[in-house]
């Protein structure tokens, strides 16, 4: 049992009051089961005991819960909150029945049997951290810009699962805003042009960009997501989560001087290469009276829409984007006034703070800014988000935050780019020592920029919080690949010995010099000769493994199904065979590209022009076969359609709504920007958008190098013209998710396809691309 400093007690004096708030009853657990395991209802018994606070503290009491033999056959969880029940059932069913609910797959609990195994004892579970969280606040717009109800359920079933009690739930923001905003004066289309689009809502959430490019923001989107949110936050709270929701900023629309000529405002910096006219965000000083006005309002607005279900408040001024001065008293002015204003509205609010600001902008916020920034505000008003801390983390040198509470998070993930990897250790053992290190570190989550494969990554972190040892992870892969393609006994070994051999080399990643988040593949990249290999840090595009080790993995993975056929309708195994293969294939590339490069040489005296063809043939039929399996996936998650149409079916029947809304969706993946400002940043390795964008890149790419225009360093201004007129075509091309990577059956969500099955196409596709590239697969 971990013990607070009386100190740390004190100043942790006002965390509890939002506790009260969260649902006391298990009314949410038993709707889970009912929604999950409907010939289950009867099956499980839940007691809820005090939902305690810490001794002489109110910061919540760790969770506890207990999994027991009912005397009346049923199984059943006890615990001191909701979250601990939900936590306990998961233990159950993964543990024990073997079954569980991931991402893009879906929920596999109703394959647990209709006779569910008794206990053999008793098991008892306890949280090493009061907090578990989950959500970056651009995860809103990477992964879940275009979510329905459908798939929020089942993510929200997720996470209570993990036992996340602290999720962002910024969904829907801009309608309170508006609000706030019209009240003050300004007019629909001051607000309007100061909107972004529905897929880059989080950085104009925080003061990043203003506008939109391609449309504006309509008010149908803004009233649908505010809909959503009511149901996101009422099953939040019906769960025992407690949402951390928004609240005034301080960016406002440019015209605030035309409304307010005594208003203090200073202008934000210009982000990213955006031209001003959507960056350079107006920021309205924090002890400008005004801005208690609006925050008053806003939290008002706010508590009457969702009820009052929170103190916590996600507010972040200056991520990414400097404060107008470095002046110490600036500074510290600038939070204080920021929390009096959120004080103003809700006497018990606490401010949760990304805390990326001080690592992206570490040259700006030394450690006395940083101290005078956050001396602004009572050590007990506030909890820091330390939000990449497996690699970047930024608690040691800022002496735990001067002393405010904070989590640490993994974020592992940029951009929602996909690649197989992994700090296995990192993630482990680094948190259990930074508890033992830091007595204000408060919980443990996740901060990903967009949830994509790696799930292993996620689960473990959020299984650590409950274990004070660094878990096992051994053993740990071990039993998630008992669950994950549920059956303990009858499982083809060649699955544990393929997570096995991932789980030393893909996914234990050492050295942070090379990689410190999910890798990309040059193939994402604009094709260039040179530039493209052995970046490092968040995008990088290096290879921390053998990559025959990957494929003696895959090897062992696919062979899995000669032993056991019916893995070919097990939706997790088809899946990861996908995610796995998609891997090999991509690191592929690397060696073709190189020789490409170098036998395209034309001023190399063994320079054979057919000799370059071939290899360029070579390349772009790689492409060509990954976008094969790709599309043949049964999963969603594989296809460019799914993103494409879960954008157009927000738009309902209105066809030019749905073309701005598909615009923006490949804006995201590909330009990012009007003008190609993050260029890539975003990329997929997507069916459709292999073939229908990386490809033609490359096809270009390969044409100007064999004939020779392609100068010494990658200097070609005719190719670089002629890529930036295919991308900036390619964004305006609409489709109804037709003839790109194929659509899939009604019903087919981004996040979660919901039809069973169906790895037939994928089996015979797998078939024929090992049989054409005996060079690869051996
Ligand atoms: C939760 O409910 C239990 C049982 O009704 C009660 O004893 C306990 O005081 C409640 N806790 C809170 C924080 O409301
Ligand atoms: C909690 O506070 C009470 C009364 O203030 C005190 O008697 C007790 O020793 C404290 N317990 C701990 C663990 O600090
Ligand atoms: C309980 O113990 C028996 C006998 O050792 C074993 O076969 C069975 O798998 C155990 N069940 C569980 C759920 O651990
Ligand atoms: C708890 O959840 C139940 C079931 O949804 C709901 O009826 C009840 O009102 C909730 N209680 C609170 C305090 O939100
Ligand atoms: C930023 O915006 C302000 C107010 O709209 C304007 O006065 C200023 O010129 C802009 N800065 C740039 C670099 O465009
Ligand atoms: C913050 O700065 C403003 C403007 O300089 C000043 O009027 C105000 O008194 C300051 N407030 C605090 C708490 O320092
Ligand atoms: C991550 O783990 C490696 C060893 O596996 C260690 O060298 C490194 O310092 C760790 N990184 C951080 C940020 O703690
Ligand atoms: C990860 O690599 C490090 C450094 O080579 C090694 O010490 C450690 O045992 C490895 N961990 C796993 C899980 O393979
Ligand atoms: C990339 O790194 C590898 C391994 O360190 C090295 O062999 C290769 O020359 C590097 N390539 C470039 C283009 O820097
Ligand atoms: C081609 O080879 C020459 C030397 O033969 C070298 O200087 C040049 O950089 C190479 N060009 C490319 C694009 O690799
Ligand atoms: C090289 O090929 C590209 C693409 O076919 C073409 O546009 C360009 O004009 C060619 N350049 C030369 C010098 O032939
Ligand atoms: C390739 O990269 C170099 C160096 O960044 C750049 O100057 C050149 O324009 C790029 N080539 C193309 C075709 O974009």
Known sequence: MRLFSL????????????????????????????????????????????????????????????????????????????????????????????VDIYWF?????????????????????????????????????????????DDWQLQLDWM??????????????????????TEAGFSNSEIATFLSGPAFQAWNRFGNIQGSWGGDLPPSWIDSQFALNKQIVARMVELGMTPVLPCFTGFVPRQIGEHYPNASFVNGSRWSGFETEYTNVTFLEPFDPLFTTL?????????????????????????????????????????????????????????????????????????????????????????????????????????????????????????????????????TINPVAALADSSTMVGMGLTMEGQEGNEIMYDILLDQAWSKQPLNTDKYFHDWVASRYHGARSLPNGLYTAWDTMRKTVYNNTNLNRAQAVTKSIFELAPNTTGLLNRTGHHPTTIQYEPAVLVTAWTAFYHASSQNPNLWANEAYTFDLTDITRQVLANAFYPLYTTFVSTSNNTSPTYSAQKASQTGQQLLHLLSSLDAILSASPHAHFHLSAWISSARQHASNNASLADFYEYDARNQITLWGPDGEISDYASKQWGGLVRGYYLPRWERFVQFT????????????????????FEEGWQVQTSDGQGEGGRGPPGYGWGWPHQGGGGGNLQQTIARVVREWPSIFG
């Open 105 to 149: 797959i879906g929920s596999q609990l109703d394959l647990a049997p209709a006779r569910l195994p008794r206990l053999n004892s008793t098991y008892h579970g306890a949280s090493t951290v009061p907090w578990r969280y989950h959500f970056n606040t651009v995860t809103f717009s990477y992964t879940s810009a275009f979510w329905d109800w």
């Open 7 to 98: 100190a740390a007690s004190l100043a942790f004096a006002s965390i509890g009051s939002c506790i009260t708030t969260s649902n006391n009853s298990t009314a949410g657990i038993e709707a889970l089961v009912r929604r999950r395991l409907p010939d289950h209802v009867n099956s499980f018994s839940f007691t809820l005991s005090h939902n305690a606070l810490q001794t002489n503290s109110t910061l919540p009491a760790n969770d506890e819960y207990t999994v027991s033999n009912a005397p009346n056959g049923k199984i059943h969880i006890s615990g001191n909150s909701p979250i601990a029940l939900a936590t306990g059932l998961r233990w159950y069913l993964t543990n024990i029945v073997h």
């Open 706 to 725: 064999l004939n020779g225009t392609t100068g010494a360093n990658g200097r070609n201004e005719a190719l670089r013209r002629s890529l930036l007129e």
């Open 160 to 181: 209570a699962l993990r036992g996340i009690n602290l999720p962002l739930a910024w969904v829907g923001y801009e309608k309170i805003l508006s609000d706030v905003f």
């Open 295 to 427: 925050q008053k309002s806003f939290i008002t607005k706010q508590t009457a829409a969702y009820g009052d279900v929170t103190d916590i408040y996600t507010l972040d001024q200056y991520n990414e984007n400097n404060p107008y001065s470095g002046d110490l008293d600036y500074l510290r002015n600038v939070t204080s006034n920021t929390i009096q204003s959120l004080k103003a509205a809700d006497p018990d609010a606490i401010w949760l703070l990304q805390g990326w600001l001080f690592y992206s902008s570490e040259s700006f916020w030394t450690n006395d800014r940083v101290e005078a920034y956050l001396s602004g505000v009572d050590n007990s008003d506030m909890l820091i988000l330390d939000l990449f801390s497996e690699s970047q983390p930024q608690w040691q040198r800022t002496s735990s935050y001067f002393g405010k509470p904070w989590i640490w998070c993994e974020l592992h993930d940029y951009g929602e780019n996909m690649g197989l990897y992994g700090q296995v250790e990192n993630v």
